[in-house]
């Protein structure tokens, strides 16, 4: 490997020429790094991932962390244990991974939540996150004696998991979604975004593919429309054109409106990524599946979508990421997410024309990049887990 | 055999379900429209687009645009700078990104480690924070405008405006351009014409060095013979005024680099996947035939490995044309700010994002087509 920097003179020479350049980066990059004022982040830490939540409410914010935290956990076990069963079933050895590869996958993360506790002014938040972590081990713990009507359902531990985040945070008089901001909610619009998109978009590529012609051009149309137009019109219009659609003076609020723009615009990608597992699926399968008398929506809902889904698994991770990164562009229609808290911190008065942007926009890109990236090599695990393009 | 009754029948059925398809589109539409005309109507704003004509209050940077022409002037300018972005940008990410893309498979493991950091990090950070970064850190630190560097006295450059030398037409500049776009045309004829040529005799047809004479030399004779209307024009400073030259805004150049620099990333990994796409055995029937290196790329992996890159560098084209909206934040005053400040005045804004939605149409309608025909002209046959 290393022996082809020298090999002949033009290696050599690009050796040479890419060299200088990579020791001038890394070292105007050290020197920045030394001589950089992390004031402004650790005064407002608070105001970046949370924006500007009641700081009296923020043991709701905990109390949800935890609910996630624990379901995340269950879930993880609950499939494990069905592919346990599943192999001890069909007779197959089972491969348990060890704990030390999870830390090999997911080390980014943990490596950025050290990093942003370093900010902090008190030692509670660092105490909060070992609270969670210990949540999540005892959760996955719990879940060995999960019983097994449960784990052949796991989506209800799924749902079970959401609606008690939702109520933690909302329920008696809780802090209504207006004011969930900052990085939580770069966080919330992605999942929430993609969840309720995914029915929509399932049912779109449906429709794509269906041989009604009305249905078929109506589905096309959506979905072409919705892919030719940048996402920030729709914010748009979800900012100041949907009002319009609602009699009388009720009034949506923005963060309800964005959210139903950004699931109609995620809706037509995800019918696309749909489509193309749809088109993934042999023939050979449906008809099979008619020869054994299999109606077509039970082909659809037992043949041919289970095998649809898991081949575009790394598509729909790809799509994800591209919400994930989209998330930032609420702040145009004035929804306070990371980048815009960072933005904002620079006007504050202690802190204002210091050049204080160099450093806190790539502390916001930080976050975003460890998250595409740890989901990006994911993504790329399970395509090669699964087989997908290989010739 | 009996027909089945009709509500068993399967052409009934099917009618009957795309007509209550079509019946609740409709009627969702029906309602939804119905509540915007009278939304609009109530809050004296109104229904159709007779707004277009009224003046715009709107001040767009470099330009002699005047508040008080009309919004359908004004969202012209902004489509005019949409424009600028995508036709200068597309050619400029497709050849970093090539490159870069080739850097990532080179032997030199710098080279390709370096390619490599380049894309993992850039593709994994929102567009809209790298069109932040370039703004303020690069940008930004140009010398203010009442106070400009003046390198070589043939650039101008501020942090509001970059400005190099230009050209300047004078009168005869119409014909000029007439002349121009005929010597395209006498190009084009050539060049086919060298083609069939070098088919039917198996000589190198020189094609490109053909039809560039021809264009060169019929534009030089109609320059003289017009008179040299064109000339360079080279930024004079007159106190804070720049006249002449050619150049842009400063928000322009951001947006240019960021997007660039993002959407090559993007490419860089498209085009090696394809290059990798190539079976092997191509490599290898090249190196049994001795072809070098280099003329292996050129002949053998480059053509194959463009035909699998194309659609999803045609999707990156697109994502580029789309990401110019995020201008916005750093006040470029494409057509998606336009809308927004025209919205901002109070003009409708239904009718104002459906504008701007169906500008955005376009443009991705365009690119589609124009690289579409490119790829069914590469599509192998059969396929």
């Known amino acids: 490997m290393k022996k082809n920097l020298f090999s002949n003179w033009y290696n050599s020479l690009l050796t040479v020429v890419f060299g200088a350049f990579i020791l001038w980066v890394v070292y105007s990059l050290v020197k920045y790094l030394i001589g950089v004022d992390t004031e402004i982040i650790r005064v407002n830490l608070r105001l970046y991932m949370t924006g500007r939540f009641p700081s009296e409410q923020l043991a709701r914010l905990w109390g949800a962390i935890y609910v996630a935290t624990a379901t995340v956990a269950l879930f993880a076990r609950a499939t494990v244990r069905n592919a346990q069963m599943k192999a001890t079933e069909a007779g197959l050895d089972f491969e348990r991974s060890h704990w030390t590869d999870v830390v090999r996958r997911f080390w980014p993360i943990g490596a950025l939540i050290l990093f942003t506790l370093s900010f902090t002014q008190t030692i509670t938040p660092t105490l909060l996150t070992l609270v969670a972590a210990a949540i999540g081990l005892a959760a996955y713990w719990l879940g060995g004696m999960m019983p097994k009507w449960l784990i052949h359902r796991s989506w209800i531990i799924v749902v079970a998991g959401l609606v008690g985040f939702y109520a933690v945070l909302v329920g008696f008089g809780g802090v209504g979604w207006d004011l969930w901001q900052g990085f939580f909610v770069n966080i919330v619009i992605t999942v929430a975004g993609i969840s309720l998109a995914f029915p929509l978009g399932l049912m779109l590529a449906l429709g794509r593919r269906s041989t009604l012609p009305a249905v078929r051009v109506l589905s096309v149309t959506y979905i072409e429309f919705l892919r030719g137009v940048p996402m920030i019109t729709l914010l748009l219009m979800g900012a100041f054109a949907l009002g319009f659609l609602i009699p009388g003076d009720f009034q949506f609020s923005l963060f309800l409106r964005l959210l139903i723009a950004i699931t109609l615009f995620q809706s037509a990608y995800i019918a696309e990524v749909v489509r193309g597992g749809l088109q993934s699926v042999p023939k050979g399968q449906i008809e099979a599946a008619q020869s054994v008398g299999l109606s077509p929506w039970k082909t659809m809902r037992l043949v041919v979508l289970p095998q649809a889904l898991r081949n575009v698994i790394p598509a729909m991770v790809g799509q994800f990421i591209s919400l994930f990164k989209d998330t930032t562009l609420v702040f145009i229609v004035g929804l306070l997410d990371l980048l815009r808290a960072v933005q904002i911190s620079t006007a504050q008065p202690e802190f204002f024309a210091q050049g204080l942007e160099a450093v806190v926009l790539p502390f916001a890109a930080l976050y975003f990049w460890v998250g595409s990236f740890v989901m990006s090599r994911e993504s790329r695990r399970l395509e090669k887990k699964l087989g997908v393009g290989v010739r | ?383």
């Open chain 2, 1 to 383: 055999m009996k027909r089945p009754p009709f509500w068993r029948n399967i052409r009934v059925i099917r009618a009957a379900l795309q007509i209550v398809a079509v019946a609740v589109v409709v009627g969702a539409f029906l309602y939804l429209g119905n509540n915007l005309r009278n939304e609009l109507v109530a809050k004296g704003l109104p229904t159709d687009f007779s707004f277009l004509s009224q003046p715009t209050g709107v001040n767009i940077a470099d330009s002699d645009f005047d508040p008080a022409s009309p919004v359908w002037r004004a969202l012209l300018v902004g489509i005019k700078n949409t424009f600028l972005l995508v036709i200068v940008g597309i050619p400029f990410l497709t050849i970093l990104g090539t490159l870069i893309g080739v850097a990532r498979l080179s032997t030199n493991w710098l080279v390709a480690k370096a390619a490599m950091v380049y894309v993992e990090t850039l593709r994994n950070i929102p567009p809209l924070l790298i069109i932040l970064f370039v703004f303020n850190a690069v940008i930004l630190q140009l010398p203010p405008p009442r106070d400009p560097s003046t390198p070589l006295d043939w650039f101008v450059i501020s942090n509001l405006k970059i400005t190099g030398p230009g050209f300047a037409a004078s009168s005869g500049a119409g014909a000029l351009l007439a002349i121009a776009l005929f010597a395209v045309l006498a190009a084009v004829i050539v060049g086919i014409w060298r083609t069939k040529y070098s088919e039917t005799t198996g000589h190198h047809s020189h094609r490109v060095l053909w039809s560039l004479g021809v264009f060169v030399a019929i534009v030089l004779v109609g320059y003289f013979l017009t008179g040299r209307p064109v000339s360079m024009s080279f930024p004079d400073l007159d106190g804070r005024v720049i006249t002449g030259g050619f150049g842009g805004l400063g928000s322009y150049f951001a947006v240019l680099i960021a997007l660039v620099m993002y959407t090559a990333s993007h490419v860089a990994e498209i085009v090696r996947g394809s290059i990798q796409a190539v079976p092997k055995g191509q490599t290898e029937a090249a190196n049994a035939i001795a072809l070098s290196g280099f003329q292996r790329l050129r002949y053998v992996i480059l053509p194959q490995a463009f035909r699998i890159a194309l659609p999803p560098i045609i999707n990156q084209y697109l994502n580029f044309a789309k990401n110019t909206s995020l201008a916005i934040a750093i006040g470029f005053t494409e057509i998606t700010l336009i809308t927004f400040q025209a919205i901002g005045n109070g003009y409708p804004a239904p009718q104002l994002i459906l504008l701007l939605m169906g500008a955005y149409l376009l443009f991705s309608l365009t690119i589609s087509l124009l690289v579409n025909i490119l790829n069914r002209r590469l599509q192998l046959v059969g396929n």
